[in-house]
């Protein structure tokens, strides 16, 4: 009898290291294979923020990475200066990562987008054709009502006017707050104005309706039933395009640097 329990004892003891390497050598053999549909996704945003991909569209891995390749320039830029940081490679660069690690971030100044940190380094993207920049892609972060909203906001060539925005994670109500997905109101983006005329972020998140981009270039719809998730962009969108996100960076690019002039910048071997 006591031979049995000892042997029951040695056999769920066994049962249970078995068990626990097989679960950790699945989550680290899947890991990787995560971290490539994490970045695939990425890519599959930032075509679609740029107009590469339609609203909708499904395409396969490789074409995904043959139209960002052709398309799109990804380019790391030091927030504090606005310049390009050529010693860093983009794809390989986690900018979440880096915000959350001390050496490589700083704190940010108190914000209504309630941004805590900064990284040193971020990576936009040039959309190109046959050399001249045709948009600029901008990750944006802040938040929501119960989240983190993280996405991009491209920009066209004149660095001013709206081409598109989109969210590829967050944590708002479906239907509330989560409508920021909804592709008839990301479609209301395009053609409206960042910056006023003096260059200050002035694009508005409204509650209620705006008019056309023509008629209320600075104004989008807010969501109905969540106020708090549309102002939370608002307030994103003005830290991102201000003096602690991007502001330095598109600054330098309407003086002609930041990669508009036609073959100013090489491209980067990929
Ligand atoms: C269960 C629940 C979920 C909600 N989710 C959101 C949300 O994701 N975003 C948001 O702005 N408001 C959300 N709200 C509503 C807010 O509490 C608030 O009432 C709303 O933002 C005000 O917007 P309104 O002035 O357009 O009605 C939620 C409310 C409830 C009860």
Redesign the pocket.
């Known amino acids: 009898m006591e031979h049995d329990a000892r042997y029951t004892v040695a056999f769920t003891a066994l049962l249970c290291v078995v068990c626990s390497a097989l679960v950790s050598a699945v989550a680290v053999g899947l890991r990787e294979r995560q971290e490539e549909n994490r970045q695939l996704d990425r890519m599959k945003n930032v075509l679609a923020v740029s107009g590469l991909v339609e609203p909708g569209e499904r395409q396969e891995r490789a074409e995904i990475q043959r139209r960002f390749a052709e398309g799109l320039e990804p380019r790391v830029v030091n927030l504090a200066t606005g310049a390009f940081v050529e010693d860093v490679d983009p794809l390989a660069y986690d900018q979440r990562k880096a915000a959350a690690d001390p050496d490589t971030s700083r704190p940010a100044p108190k914000n209504p987008a309630r941004v805590r940190r900064l990284p040193e380094h971020a990576v936009i993207y040039l959309l190109r054709r046959e050399g001249r920049v045709e948009g600029i892609i901008l990750p944006v972060e802040g938040m ?4 983190t909203l993280y996405g991009f906001l491209a920009l066209e060539a004149d660095a001013r006017t709206i081409r598109g925005l989109t969210f590829y994670e967050h ?8 409508e920021v997905d909804n592709p008839r109101w990301k479609a209301l983006w395009a053609g409206r104005l960042a910056f006023g005329d003096d260059w200050r972020p002035r694009i508005t998140v409204e ?1 209620g309706r705006a008019g056309t981009a023509e008629a209320d270039p600075y104004g989008v719809d ?11 962009v608002t307030h994103l969108l003005h830290f991102w395009l201000g003096d602690h996100g991007f502001g330095p960076y598109l600054a330098a690019y309407r003086q002609g640097g930041g990669g508009q002039a036609p073959g100013s910048e090489r491209r980067r071997d990929r």
């Open positions: 929501g009502l119960w989240s944590g708002e109500t479906a239907g509330l707050g989560g509650k807010g969501l109905s039933g969540a106020t708090l998730t549309s102002n939370g």
